[in-house]
Every structure is written in structure tokens, then in C-alpha cells.
């Protein structure tokens, strides 16, 4: 959810501990007070020359949702944690029945209101760690850029206890291991989240089976949920997955043998 701008809602201003707006006016004011903005949101925290500076919490009133952090000029900046609310807004119509629940919450960096790093910084050399936990359950912790999941990290499904763990690009694994509680893993690229081109499927006893995947897509099964501000997104094409063995290596008393 984005914060508003500069030139978004005008807000009464009380400074700390008084019940009466502040009368010197509340743009340039510097000093910890709370917020109250013509859309019904609040924001109760630190203030520099009328901006949100600092650490701070706001409530916007639509869906509920807060966040509380550091901010800098009215965008959230720094160490924080935003909690997105399953709840339907006054003036909204109910959500479509396959429509995916919005909710769930990220506690991590944010840079210029974004969660994780800035445009073109390479995740591993800036502050850029963030778990967000979907309403389902789910759980992805690693690295963000721009709001997106980039870098390392891991997607944890709470249905089945699978991960997905590797390399993000845009929101989107494309190169790591599939993780099954057993012990199993595929290590390979993916494409849609879903295993894609070469790759092995390594099993609990140590036996391996190599091959490629390919991909058909299908008319839309599960998909990680959307994590940009909790908000309902169109999802990627849902895929069909065949995957087409070329070798094998068993294990036979411990060594590998092919």
C-alpha cells in the first residue's frame, strides 16, 4: 500500500499530549505529535517540517492495515512492519470467490516506501531483508528489491512444508531447489515458480535422475499468493509440467554409481 504523497490529504495536526489541533498550523511543524487525514487515516509518531520523519505509526482506515516504522519523508524508510488486514472496505463489493484473500504481513527494510533495496543496487550489498507472511500461511524470507522478492531466498508452503529456495528475479524464483520434507529435491531453473529446462531430481537414498521439464500452459493450481501491498494481482499463466528423464546415477553401498 503506498503512502500518501506530499500533495495527497491535508491532516489536522495534535502535538503530543494535547487534545486541541495544533494553531500554528501543521505542515512545518518538527516534533512528535499524531495525524488526523481527511481519508480517515491516522499517523501517530515523529514529524520534520510537517513530513513523516522518523519512527511513527499509521492506520489507514480502508482496510485496517498499519504500519509501524521508521519513515523518511513521508515514505516508509528503514526497519519496519506493515500488517495488511482480510477485511472489505466500506465502498468495495465483495471479492470474486477465486480471487486470491488479501492480508498478511512483512517485517523488514524498506527503502522510498518499497520493501527491500533500491533500483539498481544488487541486494547483497544493501539492506534488503524481509520475511512476508501471506494469509494462507505461506512464508517467504530472503531478499526484496523495489517491493519484489530478488535475490536469495526462501518460500516456505504451509499446506505441504515445501520450499522453494534459490535465486529471485521480479518476484519470481529462477534458479534453486524444491524441497520436500523427505528429504527429496529438485535442483534446476524455474520458470512461473514451477521446475523449467535442465535439471535433477536428487531422492533420500542418494539415487539421482536427470532430465528437462516442459512447460505447457493451462487454464489457471496453486501459485505463491501476491505479496505487492496484499493487494489482488492477475496471476502467471498456469502451467503444465512434463518432465522428461535422460540419465540416472543409483547409489549402490554408499558411492555414486552410474
Known amino acids: 500500500m503506498a503512502d500518501p504523497d506530499d500533495d495527497g490529504p491535508k491532516y489536522q495536526l495534535f502535538k503530543k499530549g494535547c487534545t486541541e489541533p495544533n494553531e500554528g498550523g501543521s505542515q512545518q511543524f518538527t516534533g512528535q505529535g499524531k495525524a488526523m487525514y481527511v481519508t480517515g487515516d491516522t499517523y501517530e509518531g515523529t514529524f520534520v517540517e510537517g513530513l513523516r520523519t522518523g519512527k511513527g505509526l499509521y492506520v489507514f482506515k480502508k482496510h485496517g492495515d498499519s504500519y509501524e516504522g521508521k519513515y523518511e519523508e513521508n515514505r516508509k524508510h528503514g526497519f519496519g512492519k506493515m500488517i495488511y488486514r482480510n477485511n472489505i472496505a466500506e465502498?468495495?463489493?465483495?471479492?470474486?470467490?477465486?480471487?486470491?484473500?488479501?492480508?498478511?504481513?512483512?517485517?523488514?527494510h524498506y527503502t522510498a516506501g518499497l520493501r527491500g533495496c533500491g533500483p539498481n543496487v544488487n541486494p547483497n550489498e544493501a539492506a534488503s531483508e524481509g520475511t512476508f507472511t501471506y494469509v494462507n500461511g505461506d512464508v517467504y524470507t530472503g531478499q526484496w528489491r523495489e517491493g519484489k522478492k530478488?535475490?536469495?531466498?526462501?518460500?516456505?508452503?504451509?499446506?505441504?512444508?515445501?520450499?522453494?529456495?534459490?535465486?529471485?528475479?521480479?518476484?519470481?524464483?529462477?534458479?534453486?531447489?524444491?524441497?520436500?520434507?523427505?528429504?527429496?529435491?529438485?535442483c534446476g531453473k524455474f520458470r512461473y515458480n514451477k521446475p523449467f529446462g535442465k535439471g535433477v531430481w536428487v531422492f533420500k537414498n542418494g539415487n539421482q535422475l536427470m532430465g528437462d521439464y516442459i512447460q505447457k500452459e493451462q487454464p489457471n493450481e496453486d501459485?505463491?499468493?501476491?505479496?505487492?501491498?496484499?493487494?489482488?494481482?492477475?496471476?502467471?499463466?498456469?502451467?503444465?509440467?512434463?518432465?522428461?528423464?535422460?540419465?540416472?546415477v543409483a547409489v549402490r553401498g554408499g558411492p555414486l554409481m552410474s
Not at 535475490?151 to 518476484?171: C, H, I, N, P, S
Open 91 to 108: 465502498d468495495e463489493d465483495p471479492p470474486d470467490e477465486n480471487a486470491p484473500p488479501r492480508g498478511g504481513s512483512y517485517l523488514g
Open 150 to 186: 530478488q535475490g536469495k531466498g526462501t518460500y516456505t508452503f504451509a499446506k505441504d512444508q515445501t520450499q522453494l529456495v534459490g535465486e529471485w528475479e521480479q518476484g519470481k524464483i529462477t534458479s534453486g531447489k524444491w524441497l520436500f520434507p523427505n528429504g527429496t529435491f529438485y
Open 223 to 248: 501459485e505463491p499468493p501476491p505479496d505487492d501491498d496484499g493487494a489482488a494481482q492477475r496471476p502467471d499463466p498456469k502451467v503444465w509440467c512434463q518432465f522428461k528423464p535422460k540419465a540416472s
